[in-house]
């Protein structure tokens, strides 16, 4: 994650409610990434809706977050809400701690929540859609010129 972006932690005490519809994925460089939030501060001062953005500047690092089996928890919890981590390791016959290392670290990202059913931590994605970009492109030869 950028490392002003976790460092702001702009999401901490944001009732999941008003959270965007929209969380973005990215592996942009650390200019990409900066200009891509300027545009969207713009947006959001004019009242527009924008998505929430995490960017990993090494797509190792978002490959590493997004398993298959971590991809799996957000999809059956956006799928159906579950009343607690042990009925979702149940649904997906997965062990429960692996489950809850996976949602915790999820958590770490603000992708996943939790809201305090009783004894147990009902999990939940505050997002309606996540969508994850990698750019692969051919490098622009004029971003190889050092400023004069």
């Known amino acids: 994650?950028?490392?002003?972006?976790?460092?702001?932690?702009?999401?901490?005490?944001?009732?999941?409610?008003?959270?965007?519809?929209?969380?973005?994925?990215?592996?942009?460089?650390?200019?990409?990434?900066?200009?891509?939030?300027?545009?969207?501060?713009?947006?959001?001062?004019?009242?527009?809706?924008?998505?929430?953005?995490?960017?990993?500047?090494?797509?190792?690092?978002l490959r590493a977050l997004l398993t298959d089996r971590r991809i799996e928890l957000l999809r059956s919890i956006m799928a159906e809400r579950p009343d607690s981590i042990r009925r979702l390791a149940e649904r997906l016959d997965r062990d429960v701690k692996t489950v809850?290392?996976?949602?915790?670290?999820?958590a770490e990202y603000d992708i996943v929540h939790f809201e305090q059913a009783g004894r147990a931590k009902r999990p939940f994605v505050p997002y309606e859609s996540i969508e994850v970009s990698l750019e692969i492109s051919t490098p622009n030869p004029a971003d190889d010129i050092a400023p004069a």
Do not use: C
Request: proline fraction near 6%; avoid cysteine.
């Open 100 to 106: 809850h290392d996976d949602l915790q670290v999820l």
């Open 1 to 61: 994650m950028d490392d002003t972006e976790a460092e702001a932690e702009f999401l901490e005490d944001r009732d999941p409610e008003a959270y965007p519809s929209t969380l973005r994925i990215t592996s942009d460089s650390e200019d990409a990434h900066r200009r891509g939030a300027l545009e969207r501060l713009e947006r959001w001062e004019n009242g527009e809706e924008v998505p929430h953005v995490i960017n990993f500047q090494k797509p190792s690092d």
